[in-house]
């Protein structure tokens, strides 16, 4: 199905070798044997994958304050779809066909259903939007994972910054810059200063 | 207010002001660099991370008419008495707190802390006396009462800030004893 300049592969694949698709500094996302993948052409290149299966998502979300850490690590098992866009290349040789079996593992009954499934996805994150992805960088990359809740969670890191939100959280780094949002609380943090504002109070540490 | 309060403010939210531009700026950069990393989501990423920043300043101009502490550390604004202090502490929770302190080997494990991040290897250096195993479980006992946290990427421990509080007051309270047991 093409939206405005991408579209999906017709043939299912599953990865037949754990992959790690980005693993830097502050978080890794692994996706592992046995999960499905569906390419994602942009410009009619493989620019990333629609997976299902399991994986692991990890994101060393806390900051460090003169006062103490403010935060607590994402750790997420990933049962639910979720898409990646970049890095596409380095993970060609951990993939092979899907057959019928693989699919049933994960309750697809008929060959299309998982493709149904990844384009609706695709849908719900580009939104039918015209896309140019470009990712030079080893560690550039863009994920969106469908949630207990049925929402997209969404992780953008290239070179040193790292962008992850959630229903509860939105975590912001690049280099010694970080901001933490949590419910009734948003924690900022530049080289060594920190603001914190909670319980309609506001704390400027110098 | 005084004149220094109100310099203070100021540098503080055109500091912020400056973080929100960058941030800003680095949001829109990867919607859209043409050649980079590219993606129109609808301006989301753009748009969380202007409330944030927005929310932040405006947060600070919102509060400068209310109460102002001017401490060694740093400012705090405050509106009033705040909830927390409302609320009756169950006992239990105390007590489990107090538990994972009431241990020589974890109050060194957090007197390292309190210095920086630290792997379990360099603890393990810093705290020979302790057995690798015997480390291990004092960390996942203060882990568990929330006075350290562990980077699940990197692997460092850090000390969070009830867990600095903790420590402080262990330390506070041993001279106090110390004090009042000495022979007069």
Do not use: W
Request: proline share 2%.
């Amino acid at each position: 199905m093409k939206y405005t300049n991408y579209e999906l592969g017709n043939e299912s694949l599953k990865i037949v070798k754990d992959a790690t698709l980005l693993k830097n500094e502050r978080c890794v996302v692994d996706a592992l044997e046995g999960s499905l993948a569906l390419p994602v052409l942009i410009d009619e290149k493989v620019q990333g994958y629609v997976f299902h299966g399991t994986g692991k998502l990890l994101v060393d979300s806390i900051i460090e304050t003169t006062k103490g850490a403010v935060g607590k690590p994402t750790v997420k098992n990933l049962k639910h779809p979720f898409i990646m866009l970049g890095g596409a290349e380095e993970i060609k040789d951990n993939l092979a066909n899907a057959d019928t079996s693989d699919l049933q593992n994960l309750g697809y009954e008929r060959a299309d259903a998982f493709i149904e499934h990844a384009e609706e996805l695709c849908e719900r994150l580009l939104n039918g939007k015209h896309c140019h992805v470009d990712f030079n960088g080893k560690d550039s990359r863009l994920f969106a994972f469908l949630n207990e809740e049925g929402k997209l969670d969404i992780l953008v890191s290239k070179d040193d910054k790292l962008v992850y939100k959630s229903e509860k959280k939105v975590y912001l780094s690049k280099g010694s810059k970080n901001v933490l949002k949590r419910p009734k609380e948003i924690i900022v943090s530049r080289k060594g200063k920190t603001v914190v504002i909670a319980n309609n109070d506001i704390l400027i540490e110098k | 207010m005084s004149e220094e309060l109100k310099d203070e403010m100021k540098k503080l939210k055109e500091e912020l002001a400056n973080m929100k531009e960058e941030l800003s700026e680095m949001s829109d950069r990867l919607r859209r660099k043409p050649r980079g990393f590219h993606i129109d989501m609808g301006g989301k990423i753009h748009d969380y991370v202007g409330d944030i920043m927005e929310g932040v300043a405006e947060g600070i101009s919102g509060e400068l008419e209310r109460s102002v502490f001017i401490g060694p550390h740093g400012i705090r604004v405050s509106r009033g008495r705040r909830e927390e202090d409302e609320v009756k502490t169950d006992p239990a929770k105390a007590a489990s707190a107090m538990s994972a302190l009431g241990n020589e080997h974890r109050l060194r494990i957090l007197g390292e802390l309190v210095y920086g991040g630290r792997y379990i290897s360099e603890l393990q250096d810093k705290l020979s006396e302790i057995t690798a195993s015997t480390l291990s479980s004092h960390l996942d006992v203060l882990e568990e009462a929330g006075l350290v946290a562990q980077e699940k990427v990197r692997g460092r421990y850090l000390i969070t800030i009830p867990g600095r509080m903790a420590y402080k007051m262990a330390k506070k309270i041993a001279r106090l004893i110390e004090k009042e047991l000495e022979p007069e």
